[in-house]
């Protein structure tokens, strides 16, 4: 700058130059900053280059410097500048800014320093812990984020930024009930926040408080009646309580405002199939998959449907899909050697099975592992802990390992057990369906629970009426077990295979002096397998003992949902996968009071022929 400019630069700005002291220097700092807040850049610069003029290491000039190259998105200059300052100076505001320009570069390694150093300067700061959790999320670090976002809250209770980031991430990581509470004080502090309402709303329906979820969902469309999200919440709210027609009107509204969208066709094609309108639903999903080839929810639920309906050779290629859907595949180990479908021969090598979705599908589909090992493989299998004493006597298994152990011996192929049947080409006409296919339980193990069970007087039946709270469709499979007083008046013995019963059902447990409750000895499914081989009959609704029983050969009866499960069919009271297995299905009503009066019947002609099975 030319002595000229330098007196031009600081006439304009009312600073006398006569006084070279660090007054001058100070008011050209103030008058460059002031320039800088109206917008005035080049000024601001001009005024801080007569400062540094007289003081090269005034570090406010320096950082004021390095936020005029900010805003001119010159970041190698603003990082090269506010460092100068930060040698000079280090304050928590120079280090804040050196972050965000380090992270507006890419450079999130060495931002998150930055925002580090700045909190360690001030840490009762709540904007800083809060930046050093952005910073955080940007090099990939959620938990540590939420730790600070969380502490953000504590030293300002009232932090909307701080909350509602915290509330995002906890929702991300499924931390649904700690989520919740961080979106109530962003709706506190913000009320009628769109955004807020609408995740708020997915949280509390992942809580299955539908109700609830309905409400903050409709709040959010009385905001945007424009918005296509809300309305698809609100269909798939309704459609979880059981509501489907409404559900419907609410999807065909999404749809109306964004006709394209792949994910509104596969809930309303969900809907459709919920009320059995299976055409309709197939062309939803036809065309959701027109739109979106790569929509891998979408293909899941086609295969599911197609499975359903009978459409085997479909239905196993969909399944595949699984595995571009994070919340299906995020637990399966990753490989490197290669999966086997089938294809290839795999006589003389060595293939690991290793289980992938829940206890009764490892069941279930642990009729293929004879098969594999029939075409010359050295078998290996990988299951849930407590099925490993179960299986582990499988035929063709040369090893089972439990889940548990992290360290696998070496093999050439995998195939994950849900996966053999593709394996297999399986259809319906070809399952194979010979039971028992599991190892007999132990003699020993049988006489103990023949022992703890006493004389064989009356028709023993054991019961199950819940399965895993988790499930989705949980609500629609599991029941109270007070409407089981429907049958336990008859002269039968009843035996309690419900493992870890929900609070209400343990206090009408512990009513109900007609059940034998022994359930705290069944350790593993092995001791389970011995005790349902004591029985007559098991009654159940559609959890993983369906799959034990049914396996073993036991006499079992199941209770379905009117929309069950694909491997139950429909329209049938018998199971191809199980020949011993008889279905019991929910009406169009969908109640399972009149299921309970025709098991009633069923049983009561049993007791009276004196029947055991």
């Not at 320009?101 to 909190?119: I, M, P, S, W, Y």
């Not at 969380?150 to 300002?156: E, F, I, M, P, Y």
Request: with cysteine.
């Amino acid at each position: 700058m030319s002595r000229r400019e330098r007196r031009a630069a600081a006439k304009k700005a009312g600073v006398d130059l006569t006084s070279r002291g660090a007054g001058t220097v100070a008011a050209l700092y103030d008058a460059g900053l002031g320039h800088m807040q109206a917008g005035r850049h080049l000024d601001a610069q001009l005024c801080c280059r007569q400062a540094l003029a007289i003081d090269p290491n005034h570090a406010d000039t320096l950082h004021l410097m390095g936020l005029l190259s900010f805003h001119a998105k010159q970041y190698d200059h603003a990082v090269e500048w506010i460092s100068r300052a930060i040698r000079q100076q280090p304050k928590a505001d120079y280090l804040t800014n050196l972050g965000t320009t380090l992270a507006n570069q890419g450079r999130h390694d060495e931002a998150l320093k930055a925002f580090d150093k700045a909190v360690q300067l001030d840490p009762l700061d709540a904007d800083l812990w809060r930046n050093l959790g952005n910073a955080l999320v940007d090099v990939e670090r959620p938990a540590d984020a939420i730790l600070s976002f969380q502490h953000a809250l504590k030293l300002n209770p009232r932090h909307w930024d701080a909350g509602n980031k915290a509330a995002l991430l906890l929702y991300r990581s499924e931390r649904l009930e700690e989520a919740l509470p961080c979106f109530n004080l962003c709706d506190e502090l913000q009320p009628d926040h769109f955004p807020t309402l609408l995740m708020r709303a997915l949280t509390l329906h992942k809580l299955k408080r539908l109700e609830e979820a309905l409400a903050d969902n409709k709040r959010a469309h009385a905001l945007d009646p424009a918005n296509a999200d809300a309305c698809n919440n609100i269909g798939n709210v309704l459609r979880s309580l059981g509501r489907n027609e409404e559900a419907l009107s609410w999807f065909d509204r999404s749809l109306a405002l964004r006709p394209d969208c792949a994910a509104t066709l596969a809930n309303k094609a969900v809907a459709l199939a919920e009320l059995r309108r299976f055409d309709e639903a197939f062309a939803a999903y036809h065309r959701a998959r027109a739109i979106d080839p790569h929509d891998a929810a979408a293909e899941w639920n086609l295969a599911l449907l197609q499975m359903l309906t009978g459409d085997f050779e479909a239905g196993w290629v969909g399944r595949e899909a699984r595995w571009r859907i994070p919340a299906l595949s995020v637990h399966y180990p990753k490989f490197s050697q290669p999966m086997w479908l089938g294809k290839e021969p795999i006589d003389g090598k060595t293939i690991l099975i290793n289980v992938d979705e829940g206890l009764g599908d490892t069941i279930q589909f642990a009729r293929y592992v004879p098969m594999v090992a029939g075409l010359g493989a050295r078998v290996i299998l990988a299951v849930q802990d407590a099925l490993c004493p179960l299986l582990s006597g499988l035929e063709g298994v040369s090893q089972c390992l439990p889940l548990s152990t992290s360290e696998r011996p070496a093999f050439d192929m995998y195939c994950p057990v849900s996966s053999l049947p593709l394996a297999f080409g399986t259809k319906l006409e070809t399952i194979p369906s010979q039971t028992p296919y599991l190892p007999a339980p132990a003699q020993a193990r049988v006489q103990a629970w023949e022992d703890r069970l006493g004389p064989r007087d009356r028709l023993r039946v054991g019961l199950v009426w819940s399965g895993n709270p988790k499930h989705d469709n949980d609500h629609n499979r599991s029941i109270p077990l007070r409407m089981l007083a429907r049958i336990l008046d008859l002269d039968a013995s009843f035996v309690s295979l419900q493992k870890d019963p929900r609070p209400d059902d343990r206090a009408t447990l512990l009513e109900r002096t007609e059940i034998v409750d022994l359930t705290d000895r069944l350790t593993d499914f092995a001791e389970t397998a011995a005790l349902a081989s004591c029985l007559d009959l098991v009654i159940t609704v559609d959890t993983s003992i369906v799959h034990l029983a049914g396996a073993l050969g036991r006499p079992t009866w199941i209770l379905l949902p009117y929309m069950p499960d694909y491997r139950w069919l429909l329209d049938r009271d018998d199971s191809p996968w199980y020949p011993t297995v008889r279905l019991f299905r929910q009406t169009a009503t969908r109640d399972y009071a009149s299921i309970l009066d025709s098991v009633r019947t069923e049983l009561l002609a049993m007791v009276s022929a004196g029947k055991t099975c």
